[in-house]
C-alpha cells in the first residue's frame, strides 16, 4: 500500500474533491463520480489506489479511468467536428469571421485528446496548457516516440496559434492556411490518441 505521510493526507482531505466524496452516493451520479476521478492529482490517486488494493476494487477502478478516458475522447471528437463545420462555412464564406474559431476548436480537440490519453496511462490527470506537450513528449511507454513527439510538437504548436487567434488584434496571416493546418493537425492527434487508448484498454484487459 503506499505510504504518504500523515501531514499530506489531511491536506488532501480538506481539499474540496475529498470533501465531496463524504457525500453520500443516494445524492451522487455516475458523472458526478467521474468528475471527481478527473480531479484527481498524481499523490490523491495514490492514496485511493492503495484503499482500492483488492482485486475486485481495483478492477472497477480501472474501468473507472477506462470510461473516463472515452468520455473525454468523445468530447475532442466533438471539438473536432465542430471545427470541421466551422471549416466548411468559412471555405464558402471566407475565413475571416470565423478562421479563428476553427483554431480554438481544432486545438480543444487536440488538448482533450492527450489528456484522454495520458490521463489513462498514468491514472492521474494532467491539465496544465503549457506543460501538457512536454509530459506527452516524456511518456515513453505511449505509442511510438515519432508518434508521440509528432503530437506533441502539434499540441504545442496549436497552443501558441490559439493564443494567438483567441488574444491578439492581429491573427497570423493567412487565417485560412493556419487554421486548416491546426485543423489537420488536430485531426491527426486525435486520431492517435484513440489508437493509444484502445492499446491501454487491451493491455488491462478491459
Not at 503506499?2 to 499530506?8: D, E, L, P, S
Not at 484527481?40 to 484503499?51: A, M, R
Not at 516524456?138 to 504545442?156: E, M, N
Request: aromatic residues 8%; contains cysteine.
Amino acid at each position: 500500500m503506499t505510504r504518504i505521510c500523515f501531514g499530506r493526507a489531511i491536506s488532501l482531505a480538506t481539499r474540496p474533491v475529498w470533501r465531496y466524496a463524504t457525500t453520500p452516493m443516494s445524492q451522487r451520479s455516475q458523472e458526478d463520480d467521474l468528475r471527481l476521478v478527473e480531479r484527481l492529482t498524481n499523490d490523491e490517486y495514490k492514496l485511493v489506489d492503495g484503499v482500492l488494493a483488492s482485486e475486485v476494487l481495483s478492477k472497477d477502478w480501472s474501468q473507472t479511468w477506462a470510461r473516463l478516458a472515452n468520455d473525454r475522447m468523445k468530447l475532442a471528437e466533438a471539438h473536432l467536428a465542430a471545427a470541421e463545420a466551422l471549416a466548411d462555412v468559412c471555405a464558402s464564406k471566407g475565413w475571416d469571421s470565423l478562421g479563428r474559431s476553427v483554431i480554438n476548436r481544432a486545438y480543444y480537440a487536440m488538448f482533450c485528446a492527450v489528456r484522454a490519453a495520458l490521463a489513462f496511462e498514468h491514472k492521474a490527470d494532467h491539465n496544465d496548457h503549457k506543460k501538457l506537450p512536454d509530459v506527452l513528449a516524456k511518456t515513453t511507454t505511449l505509442g511510438p516516440t515519432d508518434d508521440r513527439i509528432a503530437a506533441s510538437s502539434h499540441l504545442a504548436k496549436g497552443r501558441d496559434l490559439r493564443n494567438k487567434a483567441d488574444y491578439s488584434a492581429y491573427c497570423p496571416q493567412p487565417v485560412g492556411y493556419n487554421a486548416g493546418l491546426v485543423l489537420s493537425q488536430a485531426r491527426d492527434v486525435v486520431m492517435l490518441c484513440q489508437r493509444w487508448v484502445e492499446q491501454i484498454k487491451k493491455e488491462r484487459k478491459l
